[in-house]
């Protein structure tokens, strides 16, 4: 069975500092993946997702992710963190070919941004 | 308006009782989803429907039903509430591309 790991659960950084959070998954062949921001009070908003190709993959609100097979990781960066990327982050992954009724969902990264 | 309106926004209830969460869209999407999310544990898969005819269980479907009254309509129903179907409740939609991608903005459930 598939499974994703976000390690971290909390993570807090300055506002204008770098940011990276960590996905680790397992599957037995290389999956569709995903990263999902929650805001307060508000449901996923999709940021980006890799189904083949560049192994680095551009997103919405100056997101990017790295896919690294060797390591089974899905890392989502951005250079420089706003407050307003305060939120709660996801990891998903899908069977390839079958990517919407079948996502896993890490247990999630919430952010904070000190000012 | 909200492409994903979900109603009621929160719920408190007693054990044993029948409730109805409703998820209505104005995406034109075909497929509709219900996903449970508990702290820690992310959200999992309850049903999902790929058109008005199409009802497929989830990771987690015991103790829940669906019904897809059309196209825009998708609810979710607890026939006997117990006490650990305590969470937030979402409703998402997708196109053709498969991942969900609009969600609501959810339900918060305490059953007492």
């Known amino acids: 069975a598939q499974s994703v790991t976000q390690p971290d659960i909390h993570i807090t950084v300055s506002e204008g500092a770098s940011l990276e959070l960590r996905c680790n998954y397992s599957?037995?062949?290389?999956?569709?993946l995903f990263w999902y921001v929650q805001s307060p009070g508000q449901g996923l908003q999709l940021l980006l997702k890799y189904f083949s190709g560049d192994t680095l993959v551009q997103g919405i609100k100056g997101f990017e992710a790295e896919f690294k097979r060797s390591q089974s990781s899905f890392n989502l960066r951005k250079p420089s963190v706003h407050w307003s990327d305060a939120a709660e982050y996801f990891c998903?992954?899908?069977?390839?070919?079958?990517?919407?009724?079948?996502?896993?969902f890490g247990g999630g990264t919430r952010l904070m941004v000190k000012p | 308006d909200a492409d994903v309106t979900q109603t009621p926004r929160n719920r408190i209830t007693k054990t044993g009782k029948r409730i109805m969460l409703e998820c209505s869209q104005t995406?034109?999407?075909?497929?509709m989803y219900w996903y449970r999310q508990d702290p820690g544990l992310g959200l999992r898969l309850i049903y999902y429907s790929f058109d008005v005819k199409d009802i497929n269980k989830g990771e987690i479907s015991d103790g829940y039903s669906v019904s897809r009254q059309a196209q825009a309509k998708f609810s979710l129903s607890l026939e006997s509430a117990i006490p650990n179907q305590t969470a937030l409740y979402f409703c998402?939609?997708?196109?053709?591309?498969?991942?969900?991608?609009?969600f609501g903005d959810g339900t918060r459930l305490s059953i007492l």
């Open positions: 998903a992954v899908a069977p390839p070919n079958n990517a919407g009724n079948m996502l896993t």
């Open positions: 599957y037995g062949a290389t999956p569709y």
């Open positions: 998402a939609t997708s196109d053709f591309s498969g991942q969900p991608q609009h």
């Open positions: 995406k034109g999407h075909d497929r």
